[in-house]
């Protein structure tokens, strides 16, 4: 059974840090977390641990939360050197008062950083409805970015999930006049089993260097934006064992993070940027997302009953633990993939249509939406918007795209994740691929094939600013002399506002 004891008292230090006496006058707001007591005023955050032991995490002495606290400072300087700052002493003075950075001895260490305001946290900007397909985009380009840097670790995928089922059945026991029982025991035998399945497939991925040393906490509280950047911050520092873990076990914090507070959306782009930033190194991975993320989920009960027991506050975090832990049975039995592929002219919207589908299909966080224009700027070594030359569209190099974008459909749905391909399919032939994949696969298809009036699609693309799409008009009139063939999808008008063109595409594949 977990044990959870507070071994030492802080209550002087605390009282201390939260009087404005002790910050030049400045009002303080204090933070209460399961492990760690922040003090705000004026223009710094300071940070202490609580004096607790845990399982998993041990802030019994001084000592150790001095540790920790210095090794949270070394984790998290590199990602956003503008927030941390430096450990700063309160000492016990000759007078017997206490001081902050003074010359007596130390009683307590404190993390010093910039603070930032609250309404920057994304889990604040997520909360006014301001994540937008923007920020969610470039969120999951930061966090590849931030897996990419990570250090790689010699530990095996499967061992690390399995430590942590371990320890979430041995907290769960003592958390039974809280959460269901029954509804606890499915979660044990649903993950026992998955994890049985997936253990090769987390030790082929431990050995091609998805295990690192990475954040450890990714969820939409511990990232800021700065300057419009999500950035971030606050890394799991105290323990080693549980900072190291696969790739997409840390996206999947983050990613559940956004599902729980129903952001399926951004939830969708964020994991398509990253798998897109990653090139496509981890969507066979795709196959672990649903076990990762209901593991975090139970986490996060696992949390919310320690918190509201800390903070004395047992029923609200009852309701939430409760929560977390129907998300995480909802997120064992996810739908089984499809394929959908959306072909049109330039400028009838098909990327509007894929990204509004895609959270709606199958799946974890929805189905992974792979276009064609952002495959061939991948292909070239290019950032989206760059304009590529003609040579980037000749007939061989568009099967090269397209290849490469069927090949990755085939990987995803290989690992149970539902996708939605966005193409121009102009050639019969490419249209018969995507139905021939499904079939290949077994899994259901639907074409959707969008038509607009000529003038409609030279205005949209001439109107286009920052899009992975380099058609321009004459592009269209070209396409528009193609013969297409015989046409088998469903054909929706694109003609009118999009969300008429959307309604008509979700009745023919989403009824």
Not at 161 to 180: H, K, Q, T, V
Not at 184 to 196: I, K, Y
Request: aromatic share 6%; net charge negative.
């Amino acid at each position: 059974m977990a044990s959870e004891t507070q071994p030492n008292d802080q209550s002087e230090v605390i009282a201390f840090l939260a009087d404005p006496a002790s910050h030049g006058g400045a009002r303080v707001e204090h933070v209460e977390t399961h492990g760690a007591h922040v003090f705000l005023a004026g223009e710094v955050a300071l940070k202490i641990k609580r004096a607790v032991r845990f399982d998993y995490m041990d802030f019994s002495t001084p000592e150790k939360r001095h540790a920790m606290l210095a090794r949270e400072l070394e984790l998290n300087r590199a990602a956003a050197p503008e927030i941390y700052r430096d450990l700063v002493p309160i000492t016990r003075e000759n007078d017997g008062r206490l001081a902050l950075g003074g010359a007596g001895a130390p009683v307590e260490w404190a993390l010093r950083m910039r603070r930032f305001p609250a309404e920057a946290e994304l889990s604040a900007v997520a909360a006014r409805g301001a994540l937008d397909d923007r920020l969610a985009d470039e969120l999951g380009r930061v966090v590849a970015a931030y897996h990419a840097r990570a250090q790689q670790r010699d530990a095996d995928g499967g061992d690390l999930i399995a430590s942590i089922l371990r320890e979430l059945r041995d907290a769960f026991a003592g958390m039974g006049d809280l959460l269901d029982a029954e509804r606890v025991e499915a979660f044990d035998a649903e993950t026992a089993g998955q994890l049985a399945v997936l253990t090769p497939l987390l030790a082929e991925r431990a050995n091609a260097g998805c295990v690192r040393r990475v954040h450890g906490d990714l969820h939409l509280g511990n990232l800021v934006l700065i300057d419009g950047r999500p950035v971030p911050f606050d890394a799991l520092e105290f323990d080693e064992r549980l900072g190291t873990c696969d790739v997409l076990y840390d996206l999947a914090f983050l990613l559940m993070d956004l599902r729980h507070r129903d952001l399926r959306r951004a939830a969708n782009i964020v994991l398509g940027a990253y798998l897109f930033a990653m090139n496509a190194t981890q969507d066979s991975g795709m196959a672990a997302l649903p076990l990762f993320m209901a593991v975090r989920a139970a986490i996060r009960s696992m949390v919310s009953v320690q918190t509201g027991r800390a903070k004395g506050d047992v029923a609200a975090s009852r309701r939430e633990a409760r929560k977390y832990l129907g998300d995480a049975l909802a997120l064992l039995s996810p739908p089984a993939p499809r394929l959908i592929a959306i072909g049109g002219r330039s400028g009838t919207g098909k990327t509007v249509l894929g990204r509004a589908l895609a959270p709606e299909i199958g799946g974890p966080c929805g189905a992974v939406h792979l276009r064609s224009d952002m495959e061939r700027k991948a292909m070239a070594g290019v950032a989206v918007e760059t304009h590529l030359p003609p040579e980037h569209y000749t007939k061989e190099a568009s099967d090269r795209v397209y290849a490469r974008m069927f090949e990755r459909a085939r990987a995803l749905l290989r690992a149970g994740a539902s996708v939605v391909l966005d193409a121009a399919f102009l050639d019969p032939a490419e249209r018969a691929e995507a139905k021939a994949l499904a079939v290949e696969r077994g899994v259901p298809f639907d074409g959707v094939w969008l038509e607009a009036d000529p003038d409609r699609l030279v205005a949209r693309v001439t109107a286009r600013r920052g899009d992975a799409s380099d058609a321009d008009a004459a592009v269209v009139r070209k396409q528009l002399g193609f013969d297409v063939g015989p046409m088998d999808w469903v054909c929706v008008d694109a003609s009118g506002p999009v969300e008429v063109t959307l309604a008509a595409a979700r009745a023919a594949v989403l009824s």
